[in-house]
C-alpha cells in the first residue's frame, strides 16, 4: 500500500521512495533547465494555490458567519430585554395609568 508523502496528484499512488525519486527528479530538472522550470512553476503555483486558497476562504466564510449570527442574537436578545423592561413598565404603572385614564372620562 502506497504511503502519501504529498497529497499531489498522481504521486500519492506510488511508494515513498519512488515518490521521493520524482520529487528529486523534478527538482532537479527544475533547477538544471530554465524552460522547465518556466513550465513547472505555473503549474506548481496554481496547484498550491487552489489548496491554500479553498481552505481559507472555507474558513473565512465561517467565520463571515458565525460573526453575523452573533449579531443576529444580540440585536433580538436586546429586542427581547426592550419588549420584558417596556412590558413590567406598563404593569408597574399600571395603576396610576387607569387612574389618569378614569379621570380624564370624569372629565368629559
Known amino acids: 500500500m502506497a504511503f502519501a508523502f504529498l497529497p499531489l496528484p498522481f504521486l500519492n499512488s506510488f511508494s515513498l521512495p ?3 525519486l520524482i520529487l528529486l527528479g523534478l527538482a532537479f530538472c527544475a533547477y538544471r533547465y530554465e524552460t522547465f522550470r518556466a513550465i513547472l512553476m505555473p ?3 496554481i496547484y498550491c494555490l487552489y489548496k491554500v486558497t479553498v481552505p481559507l476562504v472555507r474558513w473565512a466564510f465561517f467565520v463571515f ?6 449579531g ?6 436586546l429586542l427581547g430585554i426592550g419588549y420584558i423592561f417596556t412590558g413590567a413598565m406598563g404593569i408597574w404603572n399600571f395603576p396610576e395609568l387607569l387612574q389618569t385614564f378614569m379621570d380624564s372620562l ?3
Open 18 to 20: 519512488v515518490q521521493f
Open 43 to 45: 503549474i506548481v503555483g
Open 65 to 70: 458567519k458565525t460573526i453575523a449570527w452573533f
Open 72 to 77: 443576529f442574537y444580540v440585536n433580538f436578545f
Open 106 to 108: 370624569e372629565g368629559k
